[in-house]
């Protein structure tokens, strides 16, 4: 950092360059800036060299140089000479300490806000655009809600409602005796609304937990400022958001979101603490007092409601321009009232009530089902404004035809009741022991488990349809692999060799079917979904037991599907704990989660503020700074290297420069995903507009891939702007044999290694000479003026 800051100091007052000649650089100095894809690197492996020295930046990212080129600017340059190569290591973002564990819960938040971003195109449909926006809000509130609602599943109604108010749960578990009438002989704690005021703390905390990580994060990546210019003529070229002042700044929108995600939070918990005691007092006979103070929390729950979802619908992203507020008052107000809430009500619940027993269980069956509901009805409409906004400008590049967005929202929701019901069953079970001592969490969730049964055999249908085309394709791979190795000698290829090579890219391809299995996928959860929650509604009993009395067949399907569906979650929440803890324990593990967060979280939070937080929100603006005060300092080329998810966050950097700084500046992709996934999932900011005019915009970029890569692939940029940027897919292996160059067998690369190509320095020549002043021309950055 003190390196950057010395080489700032070296301009001018108001911003601009000083020419080389004061600052000791030469304007033909070249620099590569390197950085690296999904599962992270070191700066020794970027760099091909063991002694690495970090030239700016902290323990979570930075920028790295070999220990010879730390001075490379104030030595003689050879305009011939190799570039300065540096490294941005930015992996630490999203694969630290063992903490990075606890982002698993987070997982259905993160689908959700990816659901956000995955809008189709849209041109003069602002209000449209802004439905959209607000419909995927709404549903993760409703993740929200549905999280903490399972919390109190789990802790008031099985725990302290009917395990401690049942002598034969109690007595099995022992830790809950001074919560049992009998076994605590009347107890102060014994009477059921102290049990659940002291359960309440559980979820409770679960939401602080949230609040916190979400608080704690949010400091960290969105109060990162991005580089910021004066407005140049150019700027209106720009054909995406990601190039907007205020596209990397979300802290406003992301404070507003946590203020209405914990305070619904904790009126979710509070709304289960006073329901039991207020359906109690409002019986016959009753006590008049509190009966009316029931109904004015009822008042107060319902007024607190109303204003979340108003802070949830009132403001969305600010883009346009960098939104320093922050809504202070709001962001301090809204959680502290729902908390006050949350304590009057547990004052109330805890209120002494001779006689009061706890019998079957609290009301979480209206709960989970309102929710369900819900979260179907707000798909529907999304699906509704996404084929509104698709066919105003339709793009046979957009996967599934713009219906991504509500296809992803409906695997976000069906996650988070997996989850849920998930942590309900096991933890029924592991209460109930042998069975028959608690009546069990809400029939719906039970409705729920059993259809997983029946969305297996789903996925396994498409794992066979996939088994299936990846044969053919692979026998159409075969004849293309022995032409593109056939060396005119006329000798026989080895068979083994070409059905290798050729299985590595009919399983490369398989990419490209995605939408299909997410489209299919996704439907079949909708409709399981709706047969769960109108089996539960019509029956109000489990599918075994609604089933009794029907044909034999029926009811043996309908238990079987119940017990298994109880054993397949109970087997996937025992897994998700097992692959929590191995994280928070082992790094490697941790690196494995964060290759996952690699992929979710490059977007910011604008759906959900408790997702994992955006690493793009730090690492564009490190980008950003080190490109245009480089540039500025010493007037030299600069290619900018990205490999798999590094090529789009380069991208992202470039659009975030002035175009005077832009335009000096050439892009290197290798294995990238800029159009293969992010082109066709997001096409509202990856579409053809957006990458045709990134090609225009930059002073050059080229783009390598290889059949054999399942991520990267070619840009189709349309016209001829395509053969400009793609070149030719690169042979993968680089030899088919044993020859001079390659005496040992060559493997198949895939995603890796593309530096080992030779393409990959041809190309990086070519930029460099194309960035090259012609004779007699200065150097841009040389003449004074500001290219920061």
């Known amino acids: 950092m003190e390196q950057a800051q010395e080489r700032a100091s070296k301009s001018g007052a108001n911003g601009a360059a000083r020419p080389p000649e004061e600052t000791g650089a ?31 930046g902290d323990d979570t990212a930075a920028v790295f140089r070999r220990v010879d080129d730390e001075k490379a600017e104030d ?39 990816l659901a956000h971003w995955m ?40 725990t302290a409602w009917q395990c401690a108010g049942t002598r034969a749960c109690a007595e099995a578990h022992s830790w809950l005796g001074f919560l049992s009438p009998t076994e605590s002989d009347g107890g102060w704690w014994s009477e059921p609304g102290r049990r659940l005021a002291l359960a309440a703390v559980v979820p409770a905390a679960l939401t602080g937990l949230l609040w916190f990580l979400s608080r704690r994060t949010w400091s960290a990546y969105e109060s990162q400022k991005p580089l910021t210019h004066a407005p140049e003529p150019s700027d209106d070229n720009i054909r995406t958001a990601l190039g907007r002042p205020g596209f990397w700044y979300g802290r406003r929108l992301v404070a507003r979101l946590r203020a209405a995600h914990t305070a619904a939070g904790l009126l979710t918990v509070a709304a289960a603490l006073g329901s039991a005691a207020s359906r109690h007092d409002r019986e016959p006979g009753g006590p008049a007092a509190l009966e009316a103070l029931s109904r004015l929390l009822d008042v107060a729950l319902i007024a607190g409601a109303v204003a979340v979802v108003w802070v949830v619908c009132r403001r969305g992203r600010t883009e346009r321009r960098l939104d ?77 035809r713009g219906f991504a967005g509500p296809a ?60 299936r085309r990846t044969l053919q394709l692979r026998r159409g791979e075969l004849e293309a692999v022995e032409q593109d190795y056939a060396d005119g000698s006329g000798q026989p290829l080895d068979d083994a ?44 009993d489990t599918p075994g037991d609604a089933s009794h009395g029907s044909y034999a067949i029926v009811q043996g399907a309908a238990e079987t599907a119940q017990a298994l569906g109880s054993w397949l979650i109970g087997v996937g929440f025992l897994l998700f704990v097992t692959w929590g803890r191995r994280a928070y324990k082992d790094a490697s593990a941790r690196r494995t989660i964060g290759i996952l967060w690699d992929v979710g979280t490059f977007w910011p939070r604008a759906a959900h503020p408790f997702a994992p937080p955006c690493y793009a929100e730090r690492a564009v603006p490190d980008l950003t700074w080190r490109m245009a005060t480089w540039t500025e300092e010493t007037g030299g ?45 997001f096409p509202a900011h990856f579409g053809p507009a957006a990458l045709t005019s990134l090609h225009h915009d930059v002073a ?52 890796s290694d593309y530096q080992a190509d030779p393409a990959f320095a041809e190309e990086r020549e070519e930029l460099l000479k194309r960035l090259r002043p012609r004779e007699g021309v200065p150097a841009q950055g040389s003449s004074g003026r500001s290219s920061g």
């Open 324 to 400: 320093q507020e922050l809504d202070a008052r709001l962001v301090r107000l809204l959680p502290g009232a729902a908390l006050a809430l949350l304590l009057l009500t547990a004052v109330y619940a805890g209120w002494s009530r001779p006689g009061w027993r706890s019998t079957g269980r609290l009301p979480g069956d209206t709960t989970f089902g309102t929710i369900a509901l819900l979260q179907g009805l707000l798909v529907l409409v999304l699906v509704v404004v996404a084929h509104l906004l698709y066919r105003a400008h339709p793009d046979p590049r957009a996967a599934m």
């Open 408 to 467: 992803v929202a409906t695997l976000a929701c069906a996650l988070g009741g997996v989850m849920s019901g998930g942590v309900s069953q096991r933890v029924a079970d592991w209460l109930d022991g042998t069975g028959g001592t608690i009546e069990g969490p809400p029939v719906l969730l039970t409705w729920q488990a059993s259809v997983i049964p029946a969305a297996l055999l789903v996925v396994l249908g498409l794992v066979g349809w996939l088994a």
């Open 75 to 113: 030595r003689p340059v050879d305009p011939d000479g190799a570039p300065v190569r540096e490294a941005y290591v930015w992996c630490n973002l999203t694969s630290g300490n063992g903490t990075r564990a606890l982002w698993l819960l987070l997982l259905p938040f993160m689908v959700v806000n």
């Open 700 to 751: 050059c970029w080229r783009n390598l891939y290889r059949l054999t890569d399942p991520i990267g692939g070619p840009v189709h940029l349309p016209g001829d702007c395509g053969p400009e940027v793609d070149r030719a897919p690169l042979k993968d292996p680089l030899s088919y044999g044993r020859t001079k160059k390659h005496p040992l067998p060559a493997p198949i690369l895939g995603h």
């Open 119 to 158: 809008r189709p195109t849209a041109r003069n449909r602002p209000g449209t655009v802004r439905l959209y926006g607000l419909l995927v809000r709404l549903a993760g509130l409703t993740l929200t809600v549905l999280l903490v609602a399972a919390a109190c599943e789990v802790a008031l109604d099985l």
């Open 637 to 681: 080329r600069l290619v900018i290297s990205g490999h798999s998810q590094g090529s789009v966050l380069a991208a992202a950097a470039a659009w975030q420069l002035k175009p005077s700084v832009r335009k000096r500046v050439a892009l290197l992709t290798y294995g990238s995903p800029l159009e293969r996934l992010y082109g066709r999932w």
């Open 26 to 56: 030469t304007s033909g100095i070249a620099l590569e800036l390197l950085v690296h894809g999904v599962g992270g690197a070191t700066p020794e492996k970027m760099l091909n060299d063991p002694r690495t020295v970090r030239v700016t």
């Open 497 to 540: 060799r070409t059905r290798r090579i050729a299985s590595t890219r009919a399983m490369a391809a398989l990419t490209d079917r995605a939408p299909r299995i997410l489209g299919i996928t996704s439907a079949a959860t909708l409709l399981l979904g709706a047969a769960a929650l109108a089996g539960a509604q019509l029956t109000d």
